[in-house]
C-alpha cells in the first residue's frame, strides 16, 4: 500500500503563493503518473494538474494554466504543485494522487476513478 502525504497548505491572500508537496511511500513512485485534484464545499472532485511518469509531459486544467506549475522528483518520491496568483476561487482542500497503471510513459489521466493512492487532502484558502 502506497502512503502520500500532502504538504504545504494554508491561508494566503489573492495573488500570492504556495507549493504544496505530496511525498510518496514505496519504491515504485517513478513508476507512477501524479496528479493533483481539488474539491470545493458543495463541488465534485476536479483535475488540477498531473505529471507523468517520465516527468517531462505534464498536464493542468485551462483554470490554472499559466498559474500553476506541477513537477516531481523521482530520487525524493515527492510532487510538486507550485501556485502562483492565487485567486480566491482556488479555494478547496487539495489532494495527491497517484495512478500505478498509466497507460504510457507519457500519459496523464483527469479522471479520479484511475487513481489508485491518495493522500488525505490539505486545505488551502485564498482571501479576498
Known amino acids: 500500500q502506497v502512503q502520500l502525504v500532502e504538504s504545504g497548505g494554508g491561508l494566503v491572500q489573492a495573488a500570492g503563493s504556495l507549493r504544496l508537496s505530496c511525498a510518496a511511500s514505496?519504491?515504485?513512485?517513478?513508476?507512477?503518473?501524479m496528479a493533483w485534484f481539488r474539491q470545493a464545499p458543495g463541488k465534485e472532485r476536479e483535475f488540477v494538474a498531473g505529471?507523468?511518469?517520465?516527468?517531462?509531459?505534464?498536464k493542468a486544467a485551462d483554470s490554472v494554466k499559466g498559474r500553476f506549475t506541477i513537477s516531481r522528483d523521482n530520487n525524493k518520491n515527492t510532487v510538486y504543485l507550485e501556485m502562483n496568483s492565487l485567486k480566491p476561487e482556488d479555494t478547496a482542500v487539495y489532494y495527491c494522487?497517484?495512478?500505478?497503471?498509466?497507460?504510457?510513459?507519457?500519459?496523464?489521466?483527469?479522471?479520479?476513478?484511475?487513481?489508485?493512492?491518495w493522500g488525505q487532502g490539505i486545505q488551502v484558502t485564498v482571501s479576498s
Open positions: 494522487a497517484a495512478d500505478r497503471s498509466p497507460v504510457g510513459s507519457y500519459s496523464v489521466s483527469y479522471f479520479p476513478h484511475e487513481y489508485d493512492y
Open positions: 514505496g519504491r515504485m513512485f517513478s513508476s507512477y503518473a
Open positions: 505529471v507523468a511518469r517520465t516527468a517531462y509531459s505534464t
